[in-house]
């Protein structure tokens, strides 16, 4: 078993490798299976897994430090949701989650891809953009689906999806980019919205992202927006939230273990993945700041309660959501952040940033 | 760009091994552990010395039948050259060196 697992790192870490690099990942492999004690051979491919990871970012981004930041955030989505569906496959979940997930990673992509060549119209600033996606949330809230006393999803052709989880990520990524009254506005409108629902899981995250962004942009329509998200984590503290935990959904980050130990890692990998652009620009761009601190909060909170894993469990939400996330992010990551790189961070910045704003 | 930035203890003892091998091949796991560094350090210097002409790498028949083949490693002149240079420590660092 332990052997198996090793080489079933060692094969990720080869497929990780760049196509040039190719030939060192078939050199770990082979390395890997010529030791004989088991784990010794597991920690070997741990570590080739280490290395790996970092050559496949080294390359990517350049011999500098310049690397595509929303780039990244389409190659974890990707990774993430392959990791959880080979978790699924495993695990024997049922036929369709799989490819309900995959589907929603195409039009996850796809939505990007629309958004992405929008035109740049007055309403379509980021602002009254933000404000709407606030307003939906609240509307969700409202009048969603309701279940077990909470009311947090919307139901399209008989498919549940949760707004939550695809809105509030770029919602607070995009007050990152454009903190104007508007977009304070949508975010105060969004922690109203998970007060009423109420949903611990995302008002939590939406609190955590505003405090990071407090951290690095300690500015005061983001300490009334942190005002208004704390104030809703609070009130959903303060209510019942008893959902049942749901097969392949929630506390899967444990379960999967008790299926097989290779697929709790890559449940465990796949969240982690999540968390890899945000590596990047940590505290200096505050859309990565944001970013970090929001999908952290949802792992976490995936760890904690009965709340949905992202993109490692069954659901289309959090996928898409991740996806939609790198709308407010900088397009790419320079290797310095000065005041005399502010014209060109500018230029680089997402369509939150540029096309929509 | 060349900067000059010391060398790490893992690059060190990883040239060090190398030097000493001369010409003789080593496979990866042996020259980490000689070297005293893990896997995930070893293979991006490996990569990182190939990719700048230091190392020589080849794939090496297996030594029983049924075993697969396995990837050799040895500094190239130019990497023994190097390796000297850098062990006595003034030579700019690998690190800095475009790949």
Same mark, same amino acid.
């Given at each position: 078993?332990?052997?198996?697992?090793?080489?079933?790192?060692?094969?990720?870490?080869?497929?990780?490798?760049?196509?040039?690099?190719?030939?060192?990942?078939?050199?770990?492999?082979?390395?890997?299976?010529?030791?004989?004690?088991?784990?010794?051979?597991?920690?070997?491919?741990?570590?080739?897994?280490?290395?790996? *990871?970092?050559?496949?970012?080294?390359?990517?981004g350049g011999d500098g430090a310049m690397w595509h930041g929303r780039g990244w955030?389409?190659?974890?989505? =990707?990774?993430?949701?392959?990791?959880?569906?080979? %978790?699924?496959?495993?695990?024997?979940?049922?036929?369709? %989650?799989?490819?309900?997930?995959?589907?929603?990673?195409?039009?996850?992509?796809? +939505?990007?891809? =629309?958004?992405?060549?929008?035109?740049?119209?007055?309403?379509?600033?980021?602002?009254?953009?933000?404000?709407?996606?606030?307003?939906?949330?609240?509307?969700?809230?409202?009048?969603?689906?309701?279940?077990?006393? !909470?009311?947090?999803? *919307?139901?399209?052709?008989?498919?549940?999806?949760?707004?939550?989880?695809?809105?509030?990520?770029?919602? !607070?990524?995009?007050?990152?980019?454009?903190?104007?009254?508007?977009?304070?506005?949508?975010? /105060?409108?969004? !922690?109203?919205?998970?007060?009423?629902?109420?949903?611990?899981?995302?008002?939590?995250?939406?609190?955590?992202?505003? +405090?990071?962004?407090?951290?690095?942009?300690?500015?005061?329509?983001?300490?009334?927006?942190?005002?208004?998200?704390?104030?809703?984590?609070?009130?959903?503290?303060?209510?019942?939230?008893?959902?049942?935990?749901?097969?392949?959904?929630?506390?899967?980050?444990?379960?999967?273990?008790?299926?097989?130990?290779?697929?709790?890692?890559?449940?465990?990998?796949?969240?982690?993945?999540?968390?890899?652009?945000?590596?990047a620009r940590w505290?200096r761009d505050?859309g990565y700041?944001?970013?970090?601190?929001?999908?952290?909060?949802?792992?976490?909170?995936?760890?904690?309660?009965?709340?949905?894993?992202?993109?490692?469990?069954?659901?289309?939400?959090?996928?898409?959501?991740?996806?939609?996330?790198?709308?407010?992010l900088p397009k790419a990551i320079g290797a310095t952040d000065g005041v005399a790189d502010l014209p060109r961070r500018e230029a680089e910045h997402g369509?939150?940033?540029?096309? =929509?704003? | 760009?060349?900067?000059?930035?010391?060398?790490?203890?893992?690059?060190?003892?990883?040239?060090?091994?190398?030097?000493?091998?001369?010409?003789?091949?080593?496979?990866?796991?042996?020259?980490?552990?000689?070297?005293? /560094?893990?896997?995930?350090?070893?293979?991006?210097?490996? *990569?990182?010395?190939?990719?700048?002409?230091?190392?020589? !790498?080849?794939?090496?028949?297996?030594?029983?039948?049924?075993?697969?083949?396995?990837?050799? %490693?040895?500094?190239?002149?130019?990497?023994?050259?190097?390796?000297?240079?850098?062990?006595?420590?003034?030579?700019?660092?690998?690190?800095?060196?475009?790949?």
């Amino acid at each position: 078993m332990i052997r198996l697992l090793a080489m079933a790192l060692v094969d990720l870490a080869a497929a990780l490798l760049p196509a040039r690099l190719g030939h060192w990942g078939e050199a770990m492999r082979r390395e890997t299976g010529e030791i004989a004690a088991p784990a010794e051979a597991l920690r070997f491919a741990f570590g080739c897994l280490r290395g790996a *990871i970092g050559e496949a970012m080294r390359v990517h981004g350049g011999d500098g430090a310049m690397w595509h930041g929303r780039g990244w955030v389409g190659f974890c989505a =990707i990774g993430a949701t392959g990791l959880g569906i080979a %978790y699924m496959a495993i695990g024997g979940a049922p036929f369709g %989650y799989p490819l309900r997930n995959l589907a929603a990673l195409l039009i996850g992509f796809l +939505a990007v891809g =629309i958004v992405t060549h929008l035109p740049r119209t007055r309403l379509l600033a980021a602002g009254p953009v933000l404000l709407a996606l606030g307003l939906f949330l609240l509307a969700a809230s409202l009048l969603g689906v309701s279940n077990e006393g !909470a009311t947090r999803w *919307i139901s399209i052709y008989g498919l549940s999806i949760q707004p939550s989880l695809v809105l509030v990520p770029v919602l !607070a990524i995009g007050f990152a980019a454009v903190r104007d009254r508007l977009s304070m506005l949508g975010v /105060i409108a969004a !922690a109203g919205a998970l007060a009423l629902q109420p949903d611990r899981a995302m008002a939590g995250a939406l609190a955590a992202g505003l +405090a990071a962004l407090a951290l690095v942009r300690p500015e005061r329509k983001v300490w009334l927006a942190l005002l208004a998200a704390s104030a809703g984590s609070v009130a959903t503290l303060l209510q019942p939230d008893v959902q049942p935990a749901m097969p392949f959904v929630d506390q899967i980050l444990f379960t999967a273990f008790a299926v097989h130990p290779l697929a709790g890692l890559m449940v465990v990998a796949g969240s982690l993945l999540l968390l890899v652009p945000a590596r990047a620009r940590w505290g200096r761009d505050p859309g990565y700041a944001v970013f970090g601190a929001l999908w952290l909060a949802i792992v976490l909170a995936a760890a904690l309660g009965n709340y949905p894993t992202p993109l490692v469990g069954y659901g289309g939400s959090a996928i898409v959501g991740y996806l939609l996330s790198m709308l407010g992010l900088p397009k790419a990551i320079g290797a310095t952040d000065g005041v005399a790189d502010l014209p060109r961070r500018e230029a680089e910045h997402g369509v939150l940033r540029t096309s =929509i704003a | 760009m060349v900067r000059n930035r010391s060398l790490s203890p893992a690059a060190r003892n990883l040239l060090a091994i190398l030097l000493e091998a001369g010409e003789n091949w080593s496979h990866g796991y042996a020259l980490g552990r000689a070297a005293g /560094i893990k896997s995930g350090t070893l293979y991006p210097l490996l *990569i990182r010395l190939e990719g700048q002409g230091h190392l020589e !790498a080849q794939w090496q028949p297996p030594s029983e039948p049924g075993r697969p083949a396995r990837h050799a %490693y040895r500094l190239s002149a130019d990497g023994r050259a190097l390796a000297r240079e850098l062990l006595r420590g003034v030579a700019p660092a690998l690190a800095g060196k475009p790949a």
